[in-house]
């Protein structure tokens, strides 16, 4: 029982305790009003869109396209490894799975490095074209860097095309927010390159040497396309006047990026240059490969370990290295060995063997630098004889000359799709030296990731 | 800001418009003097909490039981006192003015300790007043007998809903679940709070720019383990969404309030503790297998091609295997026995007006691995250096310092200043998930010594697989740490209806993690490894906390007491790190500036939240309590065109065993049900909401330039994840307080969950976007039972049982399709980051050759798969049960206790047997006797094109002896004799001494992957949980 005088019950403290109450609310209420700037943070480690509208973000912004265009090149783990791996240039010595089932032609759909390896071909042409936008608003005279710009995105449209399956989800149209855009075969995507480089080319028009520079690359690139396409009549026009000590570069430092090619390779020894006997004691026989390091080609030395002196990075495989690259080596994008390459490669679609041996010749004779290796002379190629023996020879030469530079895997299915080659007798087959036996597989297959755009449902196909 | 501050103070000076209220009330008041004895003893009662009813006004006894309540109105007073241990009690007391009224309190212990008061967001409040389910660690009791040696071991099984996975090596964080997970992309840990302020509680705290992967590979520190147990006098988890609504965003996965230790008035009472005892792993490691034998056409039996698949395909004929076990070699063993000390000195004491709190530790602590035998010998003969943490890679040093003051400056005002300083100095070795770490070398190697050299180094591998723990633990990687936390808290009581608090606080830490690695040592991992490297990544954590609030009471009628509270919180969060590095140092140096190679890095983390609440309590009758509040919260976090949130929460908790119309049968004493419902959130990163650029450099043409590169595209509609919980149980108290049963149903929805939602490669932009998409659902049973059985004064027996549920699944994902990793998957229909496979149906060994073997004809087929990739388990326990078992003998001097923790219902992820069977040296690809279970998993996984993991889901359950004790306490007369002490105990503990398992790895509670964000662990290359022994004595003076 409590009397009218208890604590709590005195009319009094009740109404200002009511009153204080809703003093507090009212008062917690108006102190939101300074909310927005008690909450306002600014972070140090962001730029915001505001802050990349000058012609110094402009380049800034391109100088970061260029930083992507090489992580498909020779500044990440690439389809210039990847693909080297699926066809014959690498063999796995690593513990990734992903590399494993690459190696072994076996591709899960959900494989994250080659999602990786697709995310930075797409970011390639996405961070080109928001850099053609910015260039062109506000630096429109730098043409070289516009066309350079080009360049990037018509070589990742190639380089998607050559590596991967039919059913490429990709749009011509640049747009700043994304959009889900619908597969396309690989010969449409290849289409869009043509028109990328053909782009760049014509920025790249004048005379200073950064627009030759360019204009080199870009129709060099062109070149490739076009032979893709099967337009070899166009293909050895694109080359002509590109001259064979020419080449298109990346460049790294150990302040900024290194050299993957050497990272991957020779530093952490996850990749073997491929060979055609495989297992420790090579005595597992791969069929249809180039014997890259057992070749002793002077355009690829490689130290062939008969020991666990010099293993992989799977602490299993005796791994065999190049010095090529080292951790700072430049890499070639583009080059006049691409150039004449394909001019060979015309000649001999032509019939013209003639020509065909002799581009191989000269170049064989005064071979350029490749990476860090200055090759010797080479003695001359003597003509095969056939149109078989032919083909086989172009195209072994090539990838001599191309080691690791994202060719290859492309050639390979052109072999199949352009000179009636197959599957079995053009990719490795056998007995696979970490278990089992080479798979199906020749592309990478565009990744379970891209099923979050509805209209991608997996590859249309998994054919050359 | 200053407007901020002008309406801000507006508070303050409403508040002061009471003070007239004040003296006007001064003229009419008393004094009451409260004695509290135990009944049965006549002693008296410290710590027992002595309130006036109704009002603000209550204070604990002292060491002798008195506290004295003054300024109190004259009239007629209910006064309640509230003591952990026993039973409630309440008396009225009439105050006249001038006077000093007395009443004494002889209060019966209950048979079970329950928490009579619990913290709340509005502060202390009587446990059956709440509708809604605590749950209560007696921290200081718990230390007395139980092997505790980090905060997650002192939490670990002893509330039921709250899962606790710890790492495996000495000073690696947890993993901590309440009522399963609401986040698909967002954490799931809890939020802490200690002494009202919020607690930097950062997982997998340490990386470097430089060294192996710049982590350790596997599990890292967590700033919750910085704190010292031995500190804490309780911890309570609020437990859900129903319970935190008033901490706001961010609490939706709990709320973990920490309360350490306070003085108590009266002489200086001193408390030493001392403990020492020995580390050791006592866990199954898998033996690995080499099959010798020849291809066909070869006459040189050897290893490499041969495993069973190619035996039974006729590839290969076997010859025999080989196996090695590392660890069961006392030569290779990377193992040896760790040892752990810790020295505590506590004092307590001070006077009413002033009570302090001073305790400093020292604790340190060796961890089981240890450079193996062979190493040391190679080291000594060759006369290479053998540093500090090439010789015992795992240690940690702490030491703790904190002073705690409580000061009544009247009798309306107190004041309390909490502080504590943390140095915490820890090294970690590299595993797991890092290729230069150890478990990739003690897991990997063949089943032989004979496997040769180091590459490129020459050194005998003994077993390993690329190389040795010498050349792993050549780097250090070690963490220092230096943390200040203090909160002051005022609380003012302008009259007995109202009370007023104010909290400010902040929790810093400086933090340095680093690594070395000096040129010429370590693994050939890369061209350049070897050639040394060092990093410095120093980091300030900030954690400002600021909490007022007041709250009035009142009653209405005569029945009804009300009380209002209205409250504002304010949370800055604060990370900046600066990292520097190098590689390819100078010959022995270990500076960064030695390096050819120097890397830089800068990153800050900054997040505020202000939040407003008001809550309504009412009580009928002291037995019905209605409880309503709403939060409202802004968050720097939140998109531009996402102002606030609002959570309500309310509950109802009936004491109805206190109805006149109760009928019940006489053993039941005390009946409550209760129900409650509330949202809470979880708040998105700093900038997810942003669109922004990063900046680098890259080198274009040989010349290095700045570049900016798109980094986030951001969303402006970005909010909080929204979780609605209802929860509803009740307790019954029966056999005159002797069992005490407490169960819990809770059904709870988070919607807007936020989807770290992957965009698709051909956006050309970043690889996620968060976005509110998707629904979560956990709806789970909780329930405990806390028996007395015997509670004589020779004997006494409880004991106690704890079990909970969980069932969690995913409602929707919004548009996004399901989110597939390699091995879990985010599916609408089921639970978060479930385990999925195609599975293996069977097995049968129809050419009877012994072996398992692939063949694409189905007709020779051995391994039988299923077609689609379904749901095989969750990957973490969604059961969890406890029993702990007292017994106490001799007076009750003597007691045993154990703990016996079972956890089931899931699936855990043996990616080690996995990797193993890819190096390969896994039984079930190598040995010919393996079982069939083992050889069809490496069949499906690595021969069949399907390449399930499905055999790698192992059966996750176990029950394990967590913790036994045996505790000896001394009548105080022997205390004194022998110690000159007013008390001693001793303690002879264990923790982690037996796993029963069907797990075919090593243990299902090991993860590699604990401290991640993510939430489906494995083990993977993974030392298992070890064992400790430990000897404690604890002191009185």
């Given at each position: 029982m409590t009397n009218k005088h208890t604590t709590g019950r005195l009319l009094s403290p009740k109404r200002i305790g009511a009153a204080v109450v809703f003093s507090l609310t009212l008062s917690s209420v108006a102190c939101q009003s300074a909310n927005d700037r008690l909450l306002q943070v600014t972070d140090p480690d962001i730029i915001n869109p505001?802050?990349?509208?000058?012609s110094d973000a402009a380049n800034a912004l391109a100088f970061g396209a260029i930083s992507t265009f090489k992580t498909i090149t020779g500044?990440?783990?690439?389809t210039w490894m990847f693909g080297g791996l699926l066809a014959d240039e690498w063999s796995t010595s690593s513990t990734f799975i992903q590399n494993d089932e690459t190696d072994q032609r076996l591709?899960?759909?959900?494989?994250a490095t080659v999602t990786g390896e697709l995310r930075n071909l797409y970011r390639t042409r996405q961070r080109a074209n928001e850099s053609i936008v910015a260039l062109n608003k506000v630096?429109?005279?730098s043409r070289a860097l516009i066309a350079e710009m080009y360049l990037a995105r018509g070589f990742a449209e190639l380089q998607l095309a050559s590596d991967f399956c039919n059913g490429i989800p990709i749009s011509n149209v640049y747009s700043a927010d994304p959009t889900y855009t619908s597969p396309q075969t690989t010969a449409v995507v290849f289409g869009y390159a043509a028109a990328s480089l053909d782009t760049a080319i014509n920025y790249a028009n004048g005379t200073d040497a950064q627009s030759v520079l360019i204009n080199r690359a870009a129709r060099v690139s062109r070149g490739r396309v076009a032979l893709a396409l099967g337009d070899f009549a166009n293909a050895a026009s694109f080359v002509?006047?590109?001259?064979?000590?020419?080449a298109y570069q990346h460049t790294f430092s150990l302040a900024t990026t290194t050299n993957t090619l050497w990272g991957q390779?020779?530093?952490?020894?996850r990749y073997s240059v491929g060979d055609s006997l495989e297992g420790n004691k090579r005595d597992i026989l791969v069929a249809n490969v180039i014997p890259f390091a057992s070749a002793k080609d002077p355009r690829l030395p490689v130290t062939i370990p008969t020991t666990g002196a010099i293993n992989g990075q799977d602490g299993l495989t005796y791994t065999r290295t190049t010095?090529?690259?080292?951790?700072v080596t430049s890499v070639d994008v583009a080059n006049g060995v691409d150039a004449r390459m394909i001019e060979a490669e015309v000649a001999l679609k032509a019939g013209n063997t003639a020509s065909w041996l002799s581009i191989h010749n000269t170049l064989r004779a005064t071979p350029p630098k490749l990476g860090d290796i200055q090759p010797t002379g080479l003695a001359p190629l003597v003509d095969p004889g056939t149109p078989e023996a032919r083909t086989s020879l172009q195209f072994r030469e090539k990838a001599f000359w191309t080691?690791?530079?994202?060719e290859r895997l492309g050639d390979m299915r052109r072999l199949i799709?352009?000179?009636?080659?197959?599957e079995l007798n053009t990719f490795p087959q056998g007995v696979h030296y970490k278990g089992g036996s080479y798979g199906k597989d020749v592309n990478l297959p565009v990744s379970f990731d891209e099923r979050n755009n509805p209209n991608f449902k997996g590859c249309i196909d998994r054919a050359p | 800001m200053p407007q901020f501050w002008r309406h801000c103070l507006a508070l303050v000076g409403l508040l002061t418009l009471a003070a007239p209220q004040i003296r006007a009330q001064q003229g009419s008041t008393g004094s009451l003097a409260v004695t509290v004895t135990?009944?049965?003893?006549k002693r008296p009662v410290e710590a027992a909490r002595v309130f006036l009813v109704g009002t603000a006004i209550g204070a604990p006894t002292g060491p002798d039981g008195k506290v004295t309540l003054r300024l109190l109105p004259a009239g007629e007073h209910t006064v309640r006192v509230l003591r952990v241990g026993y039973a409630e009690q309440t008396k009225k007391v009439t105050i006249v003015a001038g006077q000093t009224a007395t009443l004494e309190f002889a209060i019966a212990t209950a048979a079970v300790n329950l928490q009579p008061v619990v913290t709340t967001a509005t502060g202390e409040q009587r446990r059956?007043?709440?509708g809604n389910a605590t749950a209560n660690i007696d921290a200081a009791k718990v230390l007395e007998v139980a092997p505790v040696g980090s905060l997650s071991d002192l939490l670990n099984?002893?509330?039921?809903g709250v899962t606790v996975t710890t790492g495996t090596q000495t000073g690696t964080g947890s993993r901590i679940r309440v009522r399963g997970m609401n986040s698909v992309s967002l954490s799931n840990e809890p939020i802490w709070i200690i002494d009202g302020i919020r607690m930097?509680?950062?997982?997998?705290d340490f990386n470097t720019v430089?060294?192996?992967?710049?982590?350790?590979?596997g599990n890292n520190a967590s700033?919750?383990?910085?704190?010292?147990?031995?500190?804490?006098e309780n911890i309570e988890i609020v437990k859900g969404p129903s319970a935190a609504?008033?901490?706001?965003?961010?609490a939706a996965n709990g709320v973990i309030l920490v309360t350490t230790k306070k003085g108590r008035a009266g002489a200086a009472r001193w408390s030493v503790t001392g403990e020492g005892g020995s580390i050791q792993d006592r866990n199954y490691y898998p033996y690995a297998y080499s099959i010798f034998g020849k291809r066909p056409g070869e006459t040189v039996s050897s290893r490499g091609f041969c495993n069973l698949q190619r035996v039974g395909t006729g590839e290969c004929l076997a010859d025999s295997t080989s196996s090695l076990n590392i660890f069961k070699n006392s030569n290779l063993t990377p193992l040896d026995v760790g040892n752990r000390q810790k020295l505590g000195v506590q004092v307590s004491g001070g006077s009413e007006a002033l009570r302090y709190f001073l305790g400093v530790e020292d604790e340190k602590e060796v961890g089981v691995l240890s450079l193996p035998q062979f190493e040391r010998r190679r080291v000594d003969s060759l006369g290479l250096p053998l540093r500090p943490w090439t010789s015992r890679p795992n240690a940690l040093d702490r030491k703790t310092l904190r002073m705690n003051l409580n000061a009544a400056i009247n009798p309306k005002l107190d004041v309390a200043l909490t502080t504590n300083f943390i140095n915490l100095a820890q090294r970690y070795s590299l595993?797991?998930?890092?290729?230069?770490?150890l478990g990739s070398q003690v897991f990997g190697g063949?089943?032989?010594?004979?496997?040769?050299?180091?590459?490129?180094?020459?050194?005998?591998?003994?077993?390993?697989?690329?190389?040795?723990p010498y050349y792993t633990w050549s780097e250090k990687t070690g963490q220092t740490i230096n943390r200040f936390i203090w909160s002051s808290q005022a609380n003012w009581r302008?009259?007995?209806w109202l009370s007023t608090h104010a909290t400010v606080g902040n929790d810093w830490t400086g933090r340095v993690d680093d690594n070395l690695l000096y040129r010429?040592?370590?693994?050939?991992?890369?061209?350049?490894?070897?050639?040394g490297s060092r990093g410095i990544n120093s980091v300030n954590i900030n954690n400002l906390s600021v909490d007022v609030g007041g709250t009035a009471q009142y009653n209405l009628f005569t029945k009804f007491s009300l009380k209002t509270t209205v409250g504002a919180q304010y949370i800055g969060f604060r990370n900046q790190g600066a990292q520097t590095g190098s590689t390819?140092?100078?010959?022995?140096s270990q500076n960064?500036?030695?390096?050819t190679a120097l890397v830089v890095a800068e990153g800050t983390t900054i997040q505020k939240t202000l939040g407003f609440f008001v809550e309504q309590a009412v009580a009928f009758r002291d037995r019905l309590f209605l409880t309503a509040a709403v939060r409202s919260d802004q968050n720097?976090?939140?998109?531009?065109n996402f102002q606030s949130v609002l959570y309500p929460k309310a509950s109802v908790s009936y004491l109805?065993?206190?109805?006149?119309w109760w009928k019940a049968?006489?053993?039941?004493n005390s009946v409550r049900f209760r129900y409650s419902y509330g949202q809470s959130g979880v708040q998105p990163g700093p900038n997810d909401a942003l669109r922004f650029y990063n900046a680098s450099t890259t080198s274009v043409a040989g010349t290095d330039q700045p570049t900016v590169i798109q980094a986030a595209l951001g969303n402006a509609d970005l909010k909080p994840e929204r979780s609605a919980e209802h929860e509803t149980g009740f307790e019954v108290t029966m056999f005159s307080g002797r069992v005490n049963v407490d169960a819990t149903y809770y059904s709870k929805i988070t919607q807007d969950a936020l989807i770290s939602a992957v965009l698709?490669?051909?956006?050309?932009?970043?690889t996620s976007q968060l976005r509110n998409l998707g629904a979560v659902k956990n709806a789970g049973a909780e329930l405990a039972i806390n028996t007395q059985l015997a509670d004589g004064k020779q004997f006494g027996w409880n004991i106690n049982v704890s079990g909970s549920m969980n069932a969690n699944k995913v409602v929707s994902l919004g548009n996004n399709p399901p989110q597939i990793g390699t091995t879990s998957r985010t599916v609408a229909?089921?639970?978060?980051a479930g385990l999925w496979a195609q599975p293996i149906n069977g097995w049968q060994d129809k050419n009877k050759d012994g072996l398992l073997t692939y063949f694409a004809d189905p007709n020779k087929n051995e391994v039988f798969i299923g077609d689609s990739i379904i749901f095989r388990g969750?990957?973490?326990?969604?059961y969890s049960a406890t029993l702990t078992n007292g017994l106490e003998f001799f007076g009750r001097k003597l007691r045993f206790s154990t703990m016996f923790d079972y956890r089931g219902g899931n699936k855990w992820y043996n990616n080690t047997e996995r990797i193993r069977c890819t190096r390969p040296n896994c039984s079930g690809r190598n040995?010919?006797?393996?079982?069939f279970v083992d050889q069809a998993t490496n069949i499906a996984a690595n021969?069949?094109?399907?390449?399930?993991?499905?055999?790698?889901?192992?059966?996750g359950a176990f029950v394990r002896l967590r913790e036994t004790s045996v505790q000896y306490t001394f009548s105080p007369t022997l205390a004194s004799k022998l110690v000159k002490a007013r008390s001693l105990s001793v303690v002879l503990s264990a923790r982690n001494l037996k796993l029963w398992t069907?797990?075919?790895?090593?243990?299902?509670?090991?993860?590699?992957?604990?401290?991640?964000?993510?939430?489906?662990p494995q083990e993977f290359q993974t030392v298992g949980p070890p064992s400790y022994f430990v000897f404690r004595v604890n002191l009185g003076y």
């Open positions: 505001s802050d990349v509208l000058s500044g990440g783990e690439s591709i899960q759909e959900n494989n630096n429109p005279n002509a006047a590109v001259p064979t000590s020419f390779g020779l530093s952490s020894r010095t090529m690259w080292g951790q080691f690791s530079r994202g799709k352009q000179y009636g080659r197959t | 135990d009944a049965a003893s059956v007043e709440l099984s002893r509330a039921p930097t509680s950062t997982q997998a430089t060294g192996s992967g710049g982590t350790t590979g700033r919750t383990g910085d704190i010292s147990p031995d500190d804490i609504t008033l901490y706001g965003t961010d595993e797991s998930n890092a290729t230069a770490g063949p089943g032989t010594t004979d496997n040769g050299t180091i590459s490129t180094v020459g050194t005998p591998l003994n077993g390993y697989r690329a190389w040795t302008p009259t007995t010429g040592e370590g693994p050939p991992l890369t061209a350049t490894t070897r050639l390819q140092l100078a010959p022995g960064v500036g030695s390096g720097s976090a939140f998109g531009t109805i065993s206190e109805e006149d049968p006489r053993f039941i698709p490669p051909s956006y050309g932009a970043v229909g089921y639970p978060i969750y990957a973490t326990p969604p040995n010919l006797t393996a079982q021969e069949a094109p399907a390449r399930t993991l499905d055999g790698y889901f192992q059966p069907k797990y075919r790895g090593t243990d299902p509670e090991s993860g590699f992957n604990t401290t991640g964000t993510g939430d489906a």
